[in-house]
């Protein structure tokens, strides 16, 4: 009788462990899986490294321009990949585009709300309606975590809305 007393007080404790494991594991955090290439970024919480010479620009628009609301934004970039957000892969990104305010630093999450608009899609353009007035629009490239490619990643122009 000592015997099974001591193995269902054994039993019951190996048992404790194991829920005590799992709940552990139920309540941490979970980042999406990465692969092996995006693992040191992921521990870092940094979006993967800018190839050199990759830059963001507005397709169809310049700096001082005078637009009529809606109008058409065209995303351009060089030495990078667009790709709808979900996955972080090494030289491929999204689009976000600022209003009123310049780039988030590299590594920065890209808030989403009105004046910070997503392309999460992988989306190349998209048409603005603004009511008349002065704006500053920044395009911003970021990983499929929205996590800013920063400043090397971004472009800003001013425009005039009628």
Known sequence: MKRISSLLG???ALSACQNNTANEAETTDAKPETTTEESSEATNNLPPATPEGAKVFFANLK????????????????????EPAGEVNQGKGHHHIIINNDYIEFG???PADSVNIHYGKGQTSDSLSLSPGNYRLTMQFADGWH???GE???SSINVVVQ
Do not use: A, C, K
């Open 108 to 110: 920065g999450t890209v």
């Open 10 to 12: 054994l039993l019951v």
């Open 152 to 154: 090397s990643l971004s």
């Open 63 to 82: 700096d001082g321009d005078t637009l009529s609301s809606p109008f058409l934004v065209e995303f351009g970039i060089e030495g990078m990949e667009v």
């Open 147 to 149: 996590r800013s490619y």
